[in-house]
């Protein structure tokens, strides 16, 4: 067997899989109550409130793993039913939720492991990489911020999405610390699609970008979803496993 063909045919570690699908019951789980106090605003009422029931309730179940592929399968139609519903309020987190929830259903969970495809995993970890590669290369290509230093310093003092716009640490020493983490940025972004394939480096890769994304969570108002669904897509790439660390030394 040649190494594209272990490539796609690597079996995940049971344990990351279960952490993962886990995770995604859960985020699914805050996604559907934060949506709950403008459900009838965005996507109206009567039937609609009959989707909001089952997907909470088939968040639940993912999260428990109870009812095999059923509850992501409805999980995935639900998530496109209100992408089509009302596309003005749709955001990043809806589009990567499709992805996730779309190669899912052919994820080896549990019991319905031996009608899996396996490299299902590989194609959510290719799809997340290259999310990173993309936009790093359009905001270097388009934003001269992310060239001088000025990214973060910019981001963390502007009013649109800061929780605490103008903190003075982004400001100081004439905005080191700002510049320190826009070049930290970028080049954590830019070297993950290449190095995470190491064995040796891709845990504390993965952990570092997890870092980054909980970090961008707190501080940026009204991206906190999309920062959890990036870092549930991460999961995958966290293999724990006694012999994965032998293999990687």
């Known amino acids: 067997m040649n190494a594209w063909q272990r490539f796609w045919s690597a ?10 699908r886990i995770a995604l019951g859960l985020l699914l789980l805050a996604y559907y ?10 996507f109206g009422p009567g039937l609609w409130w009959g989707v909001y029931g089952v997907s909470l309730v088939a968040a639940a179940a993912l ?24 596309p003005a ?13 779309g190669f ?4 080896p969970f549990g019991r319905a492991s031996k009608r899996a495809w396996t490299g299902a995993f590989r194609l959510i970890q290719i799809h997340l990489l290259a999310i990173y590669a993309i936009s790093m ?7 001269r911020s992310w060239w001088s230093g000025d990214a973060v310093y910019l981001a963390m003092n502007s009013m649109l999405f800061p929780r605490w716009p103008g903190l003075p640490l982004f400001a100081w020493h004439g905005a080191v610390v700002s510049r320190a983490l826009t070049y930290a940025t970028a080049a954590l972004e830019i070297l993950f699609p290449i190095l995470v394939w190491r064995r040796s480096l891709r845990t504390p890769l993965t952990l570092a970008m997890m870092g980054l994304h909980a970090c961008l969570a707190v501080m940026l ?3 906190m979803l999309f920062n959890l669904t990036m870092m549930v897509g991460l999961i995958l790439f966290l ?3 006694p012999e994965a660390h032998e293999r990687a030394g």
């Open 239 to 241: 293999d724990l496993r």
């Open 137 to 143: 290369l359009w905001r270097l290509t388009l934003d």
């Open 89 to 101: 309020v749709i955001n990043g987190e809806e589009r990567l939720l499709a992805i996730l929830l």
């Open 221 to 223: 108002e009204g991206l």
């Open 63 to 86: 999260a428990a793993g109870w009812g095999g592929r059923l509850p992501i399968a409805w999980l995935w139609l639900a998530n496109l039913l209100l992408m089509h519903r009302n």
């Open 11 to 20: 079996e995940p570690d049971p344990s990351t899989l279960r952490r993962f």
């Open 104 to 107: 899912s259903l052919f994820l």
């Open 33 to 42: 109550s934060f949506l709950l106090p403008s459900w009838q605003l965005y």
